[in-house]
């Protein structure tokens, strides 16, 4: 039995691929590619706020000074 596991062993090692690139390289590129995609989220930040149709502003936000005060 143990000869049989010992012959398979260099059998695998054959059906080994190297990669394209060394391991640093493809951290590299998705560090790169996350942090663009970071800038792009970030770059639409509060823009909610700039689309609200002009004659919405706060009238569905407005609390008087009775309705919001907690004692």
């Keep these: 039995m143990s000869d049989r ?5 260099p059998a ?4 080994v ?8 390289a493809f951290f590299l590129i998705a560090f ?3 942090t663009a995609l970071l800038l792009v989220t970030w ?3 509060n823009t909610a ?5 002009r ?3 706060q009238a569905g936000h407005h609390v ?3 309705e919001g005060a907690s004692h």
Excluded: C, D, N, W
């Excluded at 706020?49 to 149709?53: E, T």
């Design 49 to 53: 706020y700039k689309v609200r149709p």
């Design 43 to 45: 770059s639409f930040r």
């Design 32 to 34: 790169g590619l996350f």
């Design 64 to 66: 008087t000074p009775h």
């Design 12 to 15: 695998a090692e054959e059906a």
């Design 17 to 24: 691929r190297e990669l394209p690139m060394p391991p640093i």
């Design 5 to 9: 596991v010992l012959s398979a062993v």
């Design 55 to 57: 004659g919405q502003g």
